[in-house]
């Protein structure tokens, strides 16, 4: 006769979702402008603030470096990423190639009923984009392209695409401090009508000058 697994005589301890809220508080202040590009971050000040001990706050420090939103000075300090023009040219240079694979791995895969979610993104980023909410536009735009990368199926492109390219999508575009366009967000349904019915070499030809022209104008901004 098996004995049954006794029960667990503690509780699990919540440290790790102490971690992910001070995650996630960083990041709200990463959207706000709160923390911007080339600020430090100290991480017993962040303790004291948050009333929390240092440990979580050096968790979350480690897991948001990993996500590349900030860069950690080993002995200095931990400062939100700061890409210079020339890093920002190489990283939308890089971005456009994955995107790109991205979408041609999603073209044979890409369903009816996601076609429909997508353009319904496009939709709510270009109301964001006609009321100039700086931070809706952007959160809307990320999740638009997040959802075109998930659609490729290739879980490893997908985490490349968004550990790598999310912080540049942020920085650039909030350190751009230009209001939302509702003429950029109408270019998306370019890349929904690619999906939809283009076959190549069509299809490749119109994803790439619509992601190049993505590219160039917050490109043209941060060195124009």
């Not at 791995?105 to 890409?110: F, L, S």
Request: aromatic share 8%; hydrophobic share 45%; proline share 5%.
């Amino acid at each position: 006769m098996t004995s049954s697994p006794s029960k667990p005589a503690f509780a699990a301890l919540d440290h790790v979702s102490t971690r992910d809220r001070i995650v996630a508080a960083l990041k709200d202040a990463f959207f706000s402008g709160a923390l911007k590009p080339g600020d430090p971050i100290v991480e017993r000040h962040l303790a004291r603030e948050m009333k929390v001990g240092t440990p979580p706050v050096r968790e979350a420090l480690v897991a948001l470096q990993e996500q590349g939103f900030v860069r950690r000075v080993a002995n200095t300090a931990t400062y939100v990423t700061k890409f210079s023009a020339d890093e920002s040219r190489q990283a939308y240079a890089l971005r456009v190639e994955l995107e790109m694979l991205a979408f041609q791995w999603a073209k044979p895969r890409v369903t009816p009923e996601a076609i429909v979610d997508l353009e319904r993104r496009v939709d709510l980023l270009v109301e964001a984009g006609e009321k100039q909410q700086a931070r809706r536009f952007l959160e809307l735009d990320l999740e638009f392209h997040q959802a075109c990368w998930e659609i490729s199926g290739n879980r490893f492109l997908v985490e490349t695409l968004r550990r790598h390219m999310t912080p540049l999508s942020v920085f650039v575009v909030l350190g751009s401090g230009m209001a939302p366009d509702a003429a950029m967000a109408k270019e998306h349904y370019a890349l929904v009508g690619a999906l939809r019915s283009l076959e190549e070499p069509e299809f490749s030809s119109l994803v790439r000058r619509t992601l190049m022209s993505f590219a160039l104008h917050w490109l043209g901004v941060q060195t124009g």
